[in-house]
């Protein structure tokens, strides 16, 4: 089995800035792609930050040049510094990542969810 621990949400003013870490653990072969997702109440979940095993990267247009999406393949670790926060960006922030269980396949998982909440 596999779990995706998320840590580092909590209530910031607006203007300031949060990091949000998500460890995976258990039986992982390779990680492929590694995510950020959020959903604000009464809203769908959107992707903030995607990056690839190799670094690549890609982002909701309303976090560019705030956000930073970066991960330590050593540690199976993916993390999200959010800078300039604003209470847009409210919401449960949830970690995503593509997991291979050996070279025959791969399996999606979620972690929990982190609560960020930005006050005005």
């Known amino acids: 089995q596999v779990q995706l621990v998320e840590s580092g949400g909590g209530l910031v003013q607006a203007g300031g800035s949060l990091r949000l870490s998500c460890a995976a653990s258990g039986s992982i072969f390779v990680i492929n792609r590694m995510a950020w997702y959020r959903q604000a109440p009464g809203k769908q979940r959107e992707l903030v930050a995607g990056?690839?095993?190799?670094?690549?990267?890609n982002y909701l247009d309303s976090v560019k040049g705030r956000f930073i999406i970066s991960r330590d393949n050593a540690k199976n670790t993916v993390y999200l510094q959010m800078n300039s926060l604003n209470p847009a960006d409210t919401g449960v922030y949830y970690c995503?990542?593509?997991?291979?269980?050996?070279?025959?396949?791969?399996?999606?998982?979620w972690g929990q969810g982190t609560q960020v909440t930005v006050s005005s």
């Open positions: 990056i690839t095993r190799y670094g690549s990267t």
């Open positions: 995503n990542a593509e997991i291979y269980y050996s070279i025959l396949g791969s399996n999606d998982y």
